[in-house]
């Protein structure tokens, strides 16, 4: 399981490059024969794939100013449906395009009059073949389950989103800038996986032994801080949990445990990183060792840290994926820790070219 799990990782920097290549063209397509009208753009994904819609909502609102609404299966028929106006737009979001919810969901929407698009992994998946328009996102490992493929679905949905603005919306500077950081976005995640050895190696020191954990994160970085905690606790076993940084204010900032360790996700360009700042504050002040994960302009953060873990200053929409590629890479190498008194891998760097 571990091999595979590494592989898949390694493929990320592949498969990020195929995003900005292949999909562009393919995206592009699809936003422009797509008639969007002047409700929400809904947002529909189950388990971990839940947390990629709402930071495709995100995307949505900030590169376009439209409303979007992020869903279970479950709450949108329950909720959403009923009241769906014609020609509305669903997203609907799953690597397998397999998934009974949403497969129900696509048929009940359309039914409508509504127009679904599909994001998958799979092009020969019943999801992807009865979709309105089809969106793919690449990988190149042979998993089923796509639980390592978190990164490349968190991307493609922010992708997709400034395909849309830079299709149906006036150019704008900050556009430019979130493409052109896109595009270097797989040479940054190869930078983490080959360069970062001895931060990674800090980061499992911090988990090893460790039974609970809290990720904190706002903006983009919330729903980074959900999958992450996802995977900590599928694989790994931590009982890990994601928190909205304000929410961990209000609810258990300052009722944590002493020892306990709270990892804070933020970035010079987040707009909400002020929260996460108090965030971090508060949980030091209850005695919790605080690691970050920011870039070196969000010296406040650092400052309020026992480690602190210094990514490029990138946009946080870009950030967020590149960040999640990082974490995706610590859990690996702390379940190699783990499961090395069983054969297992040691904590090694990955041999690779130069990041670009």
């Not at 800038?177 to 595009?183: G, N, R």
């Not at 983009?220 to 606790?233: C, G, Q």
């Not at 258990?252 to 709270?262: P, Q």
Request: include cysteine; proline fraction near 5%.
């Amino acid at each position: 399981m571990l091999n595979s799990i590494r592989q898949e990782i390694l493929d990320l920097p592949r498969s990020l490059t195929e995003t900005p290549e292949k999909g562009r063209p393919e995206y592009e397509a699809v936003v422009r024969q797509t008639r969007w009208g002047e409700g929400p753009v809904y947002l529909v994904g189950s388990g971990p794939s839940r947390a990629v819609g709402l930071t495709g909502a995100y995307a949505f609102e900030s590169l376009l100013g439209w409303p979007a609404i992020h869903h279970t299966p479950q709450a949108f028929e329950a909720y959403a449906l009923p009241a769906l106006p014609r020609r509305s737009v669903l997203l609907l979001i799953s690597p397998s395009g397999e998934e009974t919810g949403i497969l129900s969901v696509a048929q009940a929407a359309q039914s409508r009059g509504a127009q679904v698009l599909a994001l998958t992994a799979k092009p020969e998946s019943p999801l992807a073949r009865s979709a309105d328009g089809l969106l793919l996102y690449r990988r190149f490992d042979q998993q089923e389950s796509g639980t390592m493929s978190l990164v490349c679905q968190q991307a493609a949905v922010s992708y997709l989103a400034l395909v849309a603005a830079q299709a149906l919306k006036r150019p704008q500077p900050f556009q430019e800038s979130v493409a052109a950081e896109f595009d270097k976005l797989s040479g940054h995640v190869e930078w983490v996986l080959t360069q970062l050895a001895d931060v990674v190696r800090s980061l499992v020191c911090e988990l090893k032994g460790l039974r609970v954990l809290d990720v904190v994160g706002a903006g983009f970085y919330y729903p980074t801080a959900l999958l992450a905690a996802f995977l900590f606790r599928n694989l790994i076993g931590i009982r890990a949990q994601g928190w909205e940084a304000s929410d961990f204010i209000s609810e258990c900032g300052d009722k944590l445990e002493r020892d306990s360790l709270v990892v804070c996700l933020s970035g010079s360009r987040c707009r909400l990183k002020k929260v996460v700042h108090q965030a971090a504050a508060q949980a030091k002040a209850a005695g919790a060792r605080v690691v970050s994960i920011t870039d070196a302009n969000d010296r406040e953060l650092s400052a309020r840290s026992a480690l602190s873990v210094l990514l490029p200053s990138l946009t946080e929409i870009v950030a967020a994926p590149l960040m999640l590629a990082l974490l995706e890479w610590v859990i690996y190498q702390t379940a190699c820790e783990r499961d090395r008194s069983a054969g297992g891998e040691a904590i090694l760097p990955v041999h690779s070219r130069r990041p670009r």
